[in-house]
């Protein structure tokens, strides 16, 4: 239990800094000549980290706005690779020098993307759904100690204490796994994109970048 909620402070830290790093991105996007598309997609990206960091209850809402997000940062994340492509080609396209405004923007979407699966994988692994995925296992789980005694599947309560046990166990561990790995990209995608800003912000002149 102690490591849970430490995961799940590093999670809501992590949320945080996005949330941050969004508002700023959002705000920077109003001198843009298409701010119309970035500027909500940074807003919504900024509320859905908000959300689950004020207003964790709220999940339902979390959820469809980071939906709605995820499609919408999945679509720009394609123009922005179709304009790279017209553009510059292959080469464009695998450019990572973040004085182009292409890579920014992909660099950007792709940020987005990846916060809003991890989000929505976070919200969906509830007590609910860890039940139905449980439910949906137990048939093949327990049909195997069903054919022991001679039958195709076994009711719940009619299985050994110890069996059930260890099933629940199991179903623990990979519970605990998949936390874990939902925490840990987190924190790599906040890393990666403060490393990015940084890098942006503090290394390149603005005069060098393109904008257009």
Not at 31 to 41: G, T
Not at 91 to 101: L, N, Q, Y
């Amino acid at each position: 239990m102690p490591m849970r909620k430490n995961q799940s402070r590093i999670f809501s830290f992590c949320s945080l800094l996005m949330s941050l790093l969004f508002a700023y991105s959002a705000l920077v996007q109003l001198n843009d000549p298409d701010w119309y598309f970035w500027l909500p997609l940074y807003s919504s990206a900024f509320l859905v980290n908000l959300l689950k960091v004020g207003m964790p209850s709220k999940k339902r809402t979390l959820i469809l706005v980071a939906q709605l997000t995820l499609v919408g940062g999945n679509l720009l994340f394609v123009k922005v690779v179709i304009e790279a492509l017209i553009s510059g080609g292959l080469s464009a396209f695998w450019s990572m020098d973040m004085r182009e405004r292409v890579v920014r923007e992909k660099a950007g979407s792709g940020l987005v993307v990846l916060s809003m699966l991890l989000h929505l994988k976070a919200s969906t692994t509830t007590s609910t759904d860890e039940t139905k995925f449980a439910k949906r296992n137990q048939k093949s789980a327990f049909s195997q100690v069903g054919k022991l005694i001679g039958t195709e599947l076994v009711p719940f309560e009619l299985i050994p204490t110890r069996c059930r046990n260890m099933y629940k166990m199991h179903v623990q561990s990979n519970r605990n796994r998949l936390c874990t790995y939902l925490h840990a990209g987190m924190a790599l995608v906040a890393v990666v994109s403060y490393g990015l800003c940084i890098y942006v912000f503090g290394f390149i002149n603005k005069e060098e970048m393109e904008f257009s």
